[in-house]
Nanobody, 125 residues
Framework: QVQLVESGGGLVQAGGSLRLSCAASGGTFSMYTMGWFRQAPGKEREFLAAGTWSGSNTYYADSMKGRLTISRNNAKNTVYLQMNSLKPEDTAVYYC??????????????????WGQGTQVTVSS
């Protein structure tokens, strides 16, 4: 059974930064594109970023473009999301996800093979 476990969320002041991690286990992850999503209270889950395991391709949503960097450590089966210049409206539960391509992660609804359990990010003003 594939498992994705996020960590790194927490409380941060506006203007600050956080790096989220997503550790994968139980499968062959070189076949998956990894992505990050978020869901704020009362809102739908929103795509943020995706990247192939080879690192050759990345894609970012316009909503946070310029403030996000997706990266990975293949030796550790871990994908990261660096978030900078955080704003109170970035407060949400952040999820990592595994899918077959950037294309299927960016459609609505996304075709996700595996979801993590989510990590809370709270940005104070």
């Amino acid at each position: 059974q594939v498992q994705l476990v996020e960590s790194g969320g927490g409380l941060v002041q506006a203007g600050g930064s956080l790096r989220l991690s997503c550790a994968a286990s139980g499968g062959t992850f070189s076949m998956y594109t990894m992505g990050w999503f978020r869901q704020a209270p009362g809102k739908e889950r929103e795509f943020l970023a995706a990247g192939t395991w080879s690192g050759s391709n990345t894609y970012y949503a316009d909503s946070m473009k310029g403030r996000l960097t997706i990266s990975r450590n293949n030796a550790k089966n871990t994908v990261y999301l660096q978030m900078n210049s955080l704003k109170p409206e970035d407060t949400a539960v952040y999820y990592c996800a595994a899918g077959r391509s950037i294309a299927v992660l960016t459609i609505t609804p996304p075709r996700v093979d595996y979801w993590g359990q989510g990590t809370q990010v709270t940005v104070s003003s």
